[in-house]
């Protein structure tokens, strides 16, 4: 995931890496080293564009001892979190242990989570409080699936799911938040192809996505406000981009 700015606002540029269910704690220390190493012999300026890696669960203590050790400028955080703070919920993951981690961020609301595990916009509003209660920033994923796009209705479904996944948030948590659109369609797909252009129906446009914040709670614009899109990693792309 890559962010978009239009230089109009004082934006630092967000690249993030989902690494899902691969890598283990030992595979996770390796390639985050890898990726320091590639990005600082590239000369990246860490101050301008900000990394951040997302790896699963049982790689965060691996990732942050690495990260504190090594003085690495890279950030990361939890590819999901429990709407609740703790309690009988077996397999879930609080916020709060996230933040003893020290992640930084955490993704709410990816299209695996609301497809496989059916996940709800309410159940993902829930989940973005939850980040907020325990000083995390949400990256909120919000995007359409084939069908939906097919049907000419990709700008209202992905623009109701930002409505409905930011409701209640202060005008600082507006600002704070991450919004990573996602075209479902075009990811493992061979409509994939041109995904740039037909994409840019959502992403194309600042005040689409910046539309659902305005008015809600006293939020009347968010100029702060970055939005990532989605971008699987292929066998041509610079590992770890």
Not at 144 to 165: M, N
Request: charged share 25%; glycine share 12%; proline share 5%.
């Amino acid at each position: 995931m890559t962010t978009s700015t239009n230089g109009a606002f004082d934006r630092r540029p967000l690249i993030a890496g989902n690494w899902k269910m691969n890598l283990d704690h030992m595979q996770g220390i390796t390639f985050l080293q890898k990726l320091a190493w590639t990005l600082d012999d590239a000369g990246h300026d860490f101050s301008r564009v900000e990394v951040s890696v997302f790896p699963p669960f049982t790689d965060l203590r691996g990732v942050q001892t690495l990260v504190k050790g090594d003085n690495l400028e890279v950030a990361y955080g939890g590819q999901d979190l429990s709407p609740e703070d703790s309690g009988a919920y077996t397999g879930d993951i609080s916020g709060q242990f996230l933040a003893k981690l020290d992640c930084t961020y955490v993704l709410v609301g990816h299209s695996e989570r609301r497809t496989i595990h059916s996940e709800s916009d309410e159940l993902v509003n829930r989940k973005v409080q939850a980040a907020y209660r325990h000083s995390l920033v949400p990256v909120l994923c919000v995007g359409e699936g084939l069908e939906i796009r097919q049907a000419g209705t990709h700008v209202a479904s992905t623009l109701e799911q930002l409505r409905q996944g930011v409701a209640g948030l202060t005008p600082e948590q507006a600002s704070a938040l991450v919004v990573a659109y996602e075209p479902v369609w075009a990811i493992g797909t061979g409509e994939g192809r041109g995904t740039r252009g037909r994409a840019g129906d959502v992403r194309r446009d600042p005040c689409r996505t910046r539309f659902p914040l305005r008015g809600r709670d006293g939020v009347e614009d968010t100029p702060a406000l970055r939005r990532l899109g989605e971008g699987g990693e292929r066998r041509e792309h610079p590992q770890g981009a």
